[in-house]
């Protein structure tokens, strides 16, 4: 236990060096640049600097005219005014009008449903307009998004980490056909032993095995050696995003964020857990870990199996049935509807993800409360949420007494003030670090997925989710944030005002700064 607690801040520490290294690098170039063009070359100085000046407000300029968050902007134009040198170098190594392509990541396009699933799915929203008209507009984007909407699925809350890893557990064990997975970290650990253990004895039982895990995420905490062993068992695994591929990133841009388990067409699992011992608190971090996710039985399920063979064949891999292999073939009787989808950088600027999180705001009547790890929000979010709480919507944002990036936690405290100044509600979760990402609204329409409420998700990672209307599940959300409520402070604009000094300045700040958090 204590050697996997040292590796893991090994890990955390590693990553911040380089980061820091690579900033200080260049901040240091910037003043040895400046130094030789006033010693080597005065004359020509003040011309040479000016024509940097002129790039960085030309693209300063490219950067306003972008379609962005306006904070989002202002913090890049903010960086390459003030530092041009390290300003630019940063823009096209990280954040680059195309940076998404250079992944690699086939030009596939989605295979278009059979007739046979369009007419199911317009039978669907013809049925959501009925008894839910006032979530019809965003069923709708959804639809022309390319999600389908399904009914005859059965959708099962999970409230902690623990129920969630247990329940998929349970199911794999139970799987005849295929097992899917996708994650952001697979850590070795307790959760992941017994996993690997499933996964060689399904293997070996003929039982179609895929897994894809993001390299940077599971740096450090699953070896190549476990990768092989995996290979050679049968298991089917592909790394996306290999770290060593990709220095201009720096490592942690267009990850897979993506929670997705799919069991035999029928079953498919999404949330905030990854597979790792502290998301069921096997170990200790960051006090109690509160993570939550969403299991799908029936037609929905395949919201979800669709989005990762895509996936899967976009990162090279084959497949070893036609598609059709993997639909659910049961039937379930089950009242609501559900709505799965994904987002990532190769939609922008469209963000599917945030876009639903506006429509779940924005048509809320009477409540919309939002469980998220990290608070990075832009000019329309802000506007959403501030608007919704002056109109008389009850709007709370529950999020992390603990955090796991100090960082990210003081900036997302800058955006406090306006926002209780508004009528929202914050809530800060007492006993540890609030990781699940839903949005609750009205008590009627929900997400659950692996969302982050920031410009990451937003932006920068591939992520998933679903949308559910009007199922029985969404009741169980609804206690659970209650109970969140209840072990949780909630902040007055008062204690906002009254922090020290220090952490104002400190806060405000790194507000500049938090796309890159």
């Not at 972008?66 to 902007?73: A, E, L, M, V």
């Not at 060593?244 to 498919?268: E, M, P, Q």
């Not at 998301?279 to 395949?302: H, M, Q, S």
């Not at 506006?358 to 959403?384: F, G, K, W």
């Amino acid at each position: 236990m204590k050697t996997h607690q040292v590796q893991q801040k090994t890990e955390r520490r590693i990553s911040a060096a380089l980061r820091l290294v690579f900033v200080a690098a260049l901040l240091l170039g910037q003043i040895a640049l400046a130094f030789f063009l006033s010693t080597e070359l005065r004359q020509r100085a003040a011309i040479i600097y000016t024509v940097l000046e002129l790039a960085a407000f030309g693209y300063a300029v490219r950067i306003y005219n972008r379609t962005d968050g306006t904070s989002y902007k202002f913090g890049w134009i903010f960086l390459v005014l003030t530092v041009p040198v390290v300003g630019l170098i940063l823009y096209f190594l990280w954040n680059g009008d195309r940076q998404q392509k250079r992944l690699d990541l086939k030009k596939l396009p989605m295979p278009e449903e059979p007739e046979a699933q369009q007419a199911a799915h317009r039978i669907q929203m013809e049925k959501l307009r009925r008894k839910y008209p006032q979530w019809e507009r965003l069923s709708v984007y959804l639809g022309r998004q390319g999600y389908l909407l399904y009914g005859d699925t059965e959708a099962k809350y999970l409230p902690t980490g623990e129920m969630f890893l247990q329940d998929m557990l349970e199911k794999l064990e139970q799987a005849e056909h295929f097992i899917f997975l996708e994650f952001f970290i697979i850590a070795q650990g307790q959760i992941w032993d017994r996993m690997e253990e499933i996964f060689r004895r399904k293997a070996a039982a003929g039982v179609e095995v895929k897994i894809i895990f993001d390299d940077f995420g599971s740096m450090m905490r699953f070896p190549a050696g476990q990768i092989e062993a995996l290979r050679e068992s049968g298991v089917e695994v592909q790394v996306f995003n290999p770290v060593h591929h990709y220095v201009n990133r720096l490592y942690f841009n267009y990850r897979d964020h993506r929670k997705i388990v799919c069991i035999d067409g029928s079953t498919a699992y999404t949330g905030g857990a990854n597979v790792a011992d502290e998301y069921a608190n096997l170990t200790v971090r960051f006090g109690y870990w509160k993570d939550c996710g969403i299991r799908l039985d029936g037609a929905g399920a395949w919201g979800l199996t669709r989005e990762f063979l895509h996936m899967w064949q976009r990162n090279g891999g084959q497949l070893m049935q036609e598609r059709d292999y993997y639909r659910p073939h049961d039937h379930r009787e089950a009242a609501g509807f559900c709505q799965p989808f994904v987002d990532g950088p190769d939609n922008n600027p469209i963000s599917t993800a945030e876009d639903v999180f506006l429509h779940l705001i924005n048509n809320a009547r009477r409540s919309v409360h939002i469980t998220t790890p990290y608070l990075a929000i832009d000019e329309p979010m802000r506007q959403a949420l501030c608007s919704a709480g002056d109109s008389g919507v009850d709007v709370r944002l529950l999020l992390p007494g603990i955090p796991d990036h100090k960082f990210a936690y003081l900036a997302a405290q800058s955006h406090y003030g306006e926002l209780l100044v508004h009528h929202v509600k914050i809530y800060i979760y007492e006993p540890g670090l609030l990781h699940g990402k839903t949005v609750l609204s009205d008590g009627e329409a929900a997400f659950v997925g692996s969302v982050n409420m920031d410009y990451r998700s937003f932006q920068l990672h591939f992520e998933c989710g679903t949308v559910l209307y009007g199922v029985p599940a969404i009741e169980g959300l609804a206690e659970d944030i209650q109970r969140i409520t209840d072990r949780s402070h909630r902040v007055t604009y008062q204690e906002w005002k009254s922090r020290p000094w220090y952490r104002k300045l400190l806060s405000t700040l790194l507000r500049l700064f938090e796309m890159w958090m």
